[in-house]
């Protein structure tokens, strides 16, 4: 499982988005604080503070949210 920054977990997102043709968009004011809601198509994830490490444990929670591998992040 790779180690991610929220910020390149997004950039990550959005390329598979383009790759798919499914639209991404994060609402930063769906969120309490620094977290904010990522949306891949219909599926969506919260993502935490985008400066902090995100655990490999929250990866794969996200990344089952998303329906995405983490094969999909390489």
């Known amino acids: 499982m790779p180690v991610v920054r929220g910020a390149e977990f997004i950039r990550k997102v ?3 988005g ?3 043709g499914l ?3 994060l609402v930063a004011s769906r969120g309490k604080g620094s977290h904010g809601t990522l949306y891949l198509g219909t599926a969506f994830t919260t993502i935490k503070d985008r400066k902090k490490e995100i655990g490999p444990g929250l990866l794969r929670v996200m990344l089952k949210d998303l329906g995405l591998a983490d094969r ?3």
């Open 18 to 20: 383009r790759q798919r």
């Open 23 to 25: 639209p991404v968009r």
């Open 14 to 16: 959005q390329k598979v």
């Open 72 to 74: 999909d992040l390489k």
